[in-house]
Structures are given as C-alpha cells and as structure tokens.
C-alpha cells in the first residue's frame, strides 16, 4: 500500500508568480485535505476535496485554488504568490465514510517565495 | 471561537523521564480531540484520538492522553521518554460533526531529548 506523496519536495518562486502542488492520495482514500504549516507554527486548513468538488474550505482567499481528478490525486494552485505564502504545504487523505475518517499526511512540500 | 493553545514552545526531558505535553482549547462544544507528531521531513503522524467515553486514551508508542472536560484540557503523557522520540508535537480539535476532517492545530511543541 501506497501512502501519500507529494511533488515537488521543494520550490522557490518569486512574488505574483503562479504555483501548481500535487499530490497522490493513498489507495482506497477518496478525500484530500490541504493545509498550510508556516514557519513555527501548526498546520492552518486550507480546503478538503471530496469526489472532485470542494468539500469545506478555511480562511483562505480564492486565490488559493484545488483540484481533485478521478483518481482521487489532486493539486493545490496558488496564483500571484506573496511572501507570507512561504510555507509548509501538507496533504492529507482519508477515506470519506460518513463518520471520523482518520487523515494520513504526506511528507509536504516546501514553497520559498522571494 | 476555536483556538488549540500549546503553552510549551520547547520542552527538554532526560531519556528514561517521564513526559507531560499540554493542550487546551476552546471549542463550542466537546470536539474530537487529537495529538500528532512530526519529525524533520516527516508528515504528521497521529499518535491517539478522542471521542467520546474514557477520558483516558491510549495511542502508539507508549502515548496516553487525558481528557479533561472541566479544564477543556488534552495533556499527553509518557511514562519514559526515548531518544527518537524527539519531534514536533501537535494537539488538534476536529467538529464532531464533519468527521474531523477540518482539524485546528496547536502551534506545537518542540521535545529534545537528552542522554
């Protein structure tokens, strides 16, 4: 089995650019959760993705967008980066069944914005 | 509001001494409750949960916590600390309602442990 993965492991952009995160669900998980984890601090929720539509989202502005593709994997889209966007960015899946479904959380992926 | 409060930024134990990590929040109503751990490079691991009935749970690698609805406290204990224990812990509050799958985290406490 699978756990869940994260690409790329690094990145660095520059302010107002575009960034594409992608992540792959571990097999059997039907829901991805996104969360952000800046520096010293814990990981803040971003949005959840359940059979490809948005399925809650936290205290981010829109242009922090996802997507989730039939196999389950998705990607978090960040347009016009700004510095405070540096961070951890983790992924988590789980299997959506109605009551508590535990999260698994892949290694994340850390974004530098310069 | 919800809020996780994390008091400890950075706690140091002897290999071999016990270890109390503490957690409270703030929440409308008894949340699900969650303490995770995160080495360098890692993703978050969960180490126990709580629901409901026995406030004292039991988790992997020797973790317990204890719910305590009076101090709206999750404190999460082990009886002796070993070296690879030493990670970031997070305590964590889900809706009840939802699944817990939109979790509000703590900022963390750093464990260093010494020989």
């Known amino acids: 089995e699978t756990g869940v993965t994260q690409s790329p492991t690094h990145l660095i952009k520059t302010r107002g650019q575009q960034v594409t995160l992608r992540c792959s669900s571990q097999s059997g998980h039907n829901t991805v959760s996104w969360y952000q984890q800046a520096l010293g601090q814990g990981p803040q929720f971003i949005f959840q993705?359940?059979?490809?539509?948005?399925?809650g989202r936290g205290n981010f502005p829109p242009r922090f967008s996802g997507l989730q593709f039939p196999n389950y994997s998705s990607e978090l889209n960040v347009n016009a980066l700004e510095l405070d966007d540096s961070a951890l960015y983790l992924c988590?899946?789980?299997?959506?069944?109605?009551?508590?479904?535990?999260?698994?959380f892949g290694p994340g992926t850390r974004l530098t914005v310069l | 509001a919800q809020s996780v409060t994390q008091p400890d930024i950075h706690i140091t134990v002897s290999e071999g001494a016990s270890l109390e990590l503490r957690c409270n929040y703030s929440y409308g109503a008894t949340p699900y409750l969650f303490w995770y751990v995160q080495s360098p490079g890692q993703g978050l691991q969960l180490l126990l949960k709580?629901?409901?009935?026995?406030?004292l749970v039991q988790g992997i690698k020797g973790f317990e916590a204890e719910f305590k609805r009076s101090q709206s406290s999750f404190n999460l204990r082990k009886p002796s600390v070993h070296w690879s224990d030493a990670a970031e812990y997070f305590c964590a509050v889900g809706p009840p309602l939802t699944g817990a799958n939109n979790l509000f985290f703590g900022t963390g406490t750093r464990l260093t442990v010494i020989p």
């Open positions: 988590a899946s789980s299997l959506w069944t109605g009551g508590y479904n535990e999260q698994f």
């Open positions: 709580y629901f409901s009935g026995d406030t």
């Open positions: 993705y359940y059979r490809e539509e948005e399925n």
